[in-house]
């Protein structure tokens, strides 16, 4: 096995894909809108990345956050519902936002379970902060870190009931950045003490199984390298400092944060200290050269990966996703129109 999350080009695989997966091995693959259809095409894409993998639980990742950020679609599959409507839910009842959150994830999980995905990247713990850039957005849960670690853990515990594994992003913070990472490198000026502020939900969510590291560069802890590339960062803050011990994954190996070669951004990231390198675009030649350059999953990595897939073992997402969107519905009714 390979310590690679990768994606594909279309809505089935190529015989370049399927042998090249085969000899490969990778740890998992990512889905996006270009490889979805409908939701027969899609479980019989699933079902054939688990038969070339020989794994009942290999990751089948996918971002379904909700808002803006959806790869599933009406009219094949419902709209969920952006991170800030339970933010502005909680204003009013915290309970009850916590619970409609929770209610949202499982749907979530519930519908990707049923075309064959097992893992979303969900939830955003990135602090939302006045005047950043809006790539986080009405995507995250909130400006207060104890509200966004509260609704973060209904979300892990949602999906986990409906069956995938969450994700935590963007580890240590993307809120305060003032650029996209997809377009360029943000760095964060703020001082070691005020970015407290942003470890302090994953810090409370350490025990997630799974995050996504950022491709930004805080001076406070590394000057030299953004949090996916940045060996200090990894160890000391992430591992360290929030004590996070689960699957710990690089930000998309293509994004114009990063620099270089895709086989050196691959390699950069897995030596600083990330167990799996995500690269999303399905470009073969990309994949070809990321290969070249990385060796066998490493032992601890390994262990984590099964770790994390580990929590939702038995869990086939057989609730009624109708159901649980009528409950969360019910309970965000109480929002101003």
């Not at 916590?98 to 955003?124: F, S, T, W, Y």
């Not at 590394?222 to 710990?248: M, N, Q």
């Amino acid at each position: 096995m390979t310590p690679l999350f990768l994606g594909l080009a279309g809505t089935t695989l190529s015989d370049a894909e399927r042998g090249f997966f085969r000899d490969l091995d990778p740890a998992g693959f990512i889905l996006f809108k270009r490889n979805v259809e409908d939701p027969e095409q899609l479980r019989a894409l699933t079902d054939e990345l688990r038969a070339l993998s020989g794994r009942t639980d290999v990751p089948i990742l996918i971002d379904q956050e909700g808002g803006r950020v959806a790869r599933m679609q009406p009219p094949h599959w419902p709209a969920f519902p952006k991170a800030e409507l339970f933010d502005r839910l909680y204003d009013i009842a915290p309970m009850t936002a916590i619970e409609a959150a929770r209610h949202n994830a499982q749907a979530i999980a519930v519908m990707l379970r049923q075309v064959g995905i097992n893992v979303d990247c969900l939830p955003l713990l990135d602090v939302r902060q006045p005047g950043a850039h809006d790539i986080i957005g009405d995507r995250a849960l909130g400006a207060e870190p104890l509200r966004v670690a509260a609704m973060g853990r209904a979300v892990i515990e949602g999906l986990r009931a409906g069956g995938a594994v969450g994700v935590v992003k963007h580890v240590p913070g993307h809120g305060r950045a003032m650029a996209d990472s997809h377009v360029e490198l943000p760095v964060v000026d703020a001082g070691a003490e005020a970015l407290e502020t942003d470890l302090a939900p994953f810090i409370k969510l350490s025990d997630a199984p799974m995050a996504m590291t950022a491709h930004v560069v805080y001076p406070a802890w590394d000057r030299e390298h953004c949090a996916s590339l940045s060996p200090t960062i990894i160890a000391d803050i992430i591992r360290g400092r929030i004590g996070f011990d689960g699957l710990l994954m690089s930000d998309d190996l293509g994004m114009h944060a990063l620099t270089g070669d895709f086989g050196s951004r691959a390699a950069a990231v897995l030596a600083a200290g990330c167990d799996i390198a995500l690269h999303c675009s399905g470009d073969m030649a990309e994949m070809e050269a990321i290969a070249k350059a990385v060796g066998p999953i490493e032992a601890p990595a390994q262990s984590r990966l099964a770790r994390a897939m580990a929590t939702i073992e038995g869990r086939t997402g057989a609730d009624d996703v109708t159901q649980l969107i009528a409950k969360r519905d019910a309970l965000m009714a109480v929002l101003p129109v």
